[in-house]
């Protein structure tokens, strides 16, 4: 197997993990899923899916949740994130989201963001998401 074709293989098992755990979701508000499936530099993955709160603002995405699991875990650098959501196609990081990929990505040029678009699997740089990222 090629290069590219070990890393489609990989990047289409991270997406079945993130619609597997999207089934876990907390969502009694919005009724909208979401799931997130992380890569870091380790090869090590992690999965999240979004928690709400009767007070909205509490509300945890699916990806901070990923990223969050990995941070327990001592991992801080994140190569890749699928997500998915039965709601919607193409269910793109919010913008928060995209902020605290940032701050674990080795750079945003290298972070592939894995959506899925009926059948297919698309692929993103965060930099393409978030040009312009916050730094401090
Ligand atoms: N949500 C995520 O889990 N990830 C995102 O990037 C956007 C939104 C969740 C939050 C909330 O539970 C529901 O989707 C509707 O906004």
Not at 76 to 91: E, F, M
């Amino acid at each position: 197997m090629t290069n590219k074709e070990i890393t489609k293989k990989l990047y289409e098992e991270m997406m079945e993990k993130a619609i597997e755990v999207s089934k876990n979701a907390y969502c009694p508000y919005s009724k909208f899923a979401v799931g997130a499936c992380i890569l870091t530099d380790t090869g090590n993955i992690y999965t999240g899916c979004n928690y709400e709160n009767g007070s909205f603002g509490m509300t945890i995405c699916a990806e901070r949740n990923a990223v969050g699991t990995a941070i327990a875990n001592g991992e801080k650098k994140v190569k890749a994130v699928a997500i998915y959501s039965p709601n919607k196609d193409n269910c793109a990081p919010c913008g928060a989201c995209r902020e605290v990929l940032h701050e674990f990505s080795i750079n945003d040029e290298e972070l592939d963001v894995i959506l899925k678009d009926k059948d297919k699997i698309v692929v993103h740089k965060l930099s393409y998401l978030l040009p312009e990222s916050f730094n401090l």
